[in-house]
Structures are given as structure tokens and as C-alpha cells.
């Protein structure tokens, strides 16, 4: 149980800090260096503002800081209650991700970057 548990924590932790350090006061954070240098948004610009938006119940502001940080929430939140239940239960947890998968999520991070810095898609900039 230690495992599950301890990470749990210490992305409880983060979120915590995130929460309360906002990253909307500017200097609190180091900036996204895609962004300095080339004014793309990566697929991660925002994350922290969604973080913050999250830990204060705002999912709307969530989801418009980084709808996909959102996704990526909810998806740890399943995992991480399936290898507690199968901690707790003495079953060791095995994910078997295959490289379709790895490929599908690449394909849909790179989409999501394109799609956010392009005009159409300014409603998924952060």
C-alpha cells in the first residue's frame, strides 16, 4: 500500500501547493520556454492554472486554462483508486499499455497543441 499511497500524496501535495500559490500572479511560476521563445502554446501551457482552477472547485475556469490537464485529472484519478483497491487487496498492478495507445495519445497531444495555437482554436489557449 505504501506506493499507491505515497504517490497519491504527493500529487496531493502538489495540488495543494498549486493551490495555494496562484499561478496567475506572475512570478511565481518559471514560464513555458515554447512559449517565450516562439509564442506557441505546448499542450501543457496552462496546466497550472487549470490545477489552481481545480483545487478551487472552478471547473469551467479549468477547462479554458487547459482542457486536457482536465482529462489528464480525471484519468489519475481512476487509476490511482484502481491500484488502491488492488493494493489493498494484495493484487499487484500491472498496466500493459500498448504502442497503439502511446501513439494515440501522442497523435492527440500534438493535434491539441495545433489546434490551440491556431485562430479557430483560440478557445483552447489558455
Same mark, same amino acid.
Not at 482552477?53 to 481512476?78: E, K, Q
Given at each position: 500500500?505504501? =506506493? ?5 500524496? $504527493?500529487? +496531493? +501535495?502538489?495540488?495543494?501547493? =498549486? ?7 506572475? *512570478?511565481?511560476?518559471?514560464? @513555458? ?5 516562439? *509564442? !506557441?502554446? @505546448? &499542450? $501543457? @501551457? $496552462? *496546466? !497550472?492554472?487549470? %490545477? ?9 475556469? +479549468?477547462?479554458?486554462?487547459?482542457? !486536457?490537464? /482536465?482529462?489528464?485529472?480525471? #484519468?489519475?484519478?481512476?487509476? #490511482? /483508486? ?5 493494493? %489493498? ?16 495519445? $501522442?497523435? /492527440? ?5 495545433? /489546434? ?6 483560440? %478557445?483552447?489557449? &489558455?
Amino acid at each position: 500500500m505504501f =506506493v499507491p499511497v505515497a504517490t497519491l500524496a $504527493g500529487v +496531493a +501535495a502538489a495540488f495543494a501547493y =498549486v493551490g495555494t500559490v496562484d499561478p496567475n500572479e506572475p *512570478g511565481h511560476y518559471p514560464v @513555458c520556454p515554447l512559449l517565450r521563445f516562439t *509564442g !506557441l502554446y @505546448c &499542450p $501543457g @501551457c $496552462g *496546466g !497550472l492554472r487549470s %490545477a489552481h482552477a481545480f483545487v478551487h472547485g472552478d471547473l469551467p475556469a +479549468a477547462l479554458g486554462a487547459n482542457a !486536457l490537464a /482536465v482529462v489528464g485529472y480525471g #484519468i489519475f484519478a481512476v487509476v #490511482i /483508486v484502481v491500484w488502491l483497491v488492488r493494493a %489493498a487487496r494484495d493484487v499487484p498492478m500491472r498496466l500493459a499499455v500498448s504502442p497503439v495507445l502511446w501513439w494515440g495519445v $501522442g497523435a /492527440v497531444l500534438a493535434l491539441f497543441t495545433l /489546434v490551440r495555437n491556431l485562430p479557430f482554436g483560440s %478557445a483552447l489557449a &489558455p
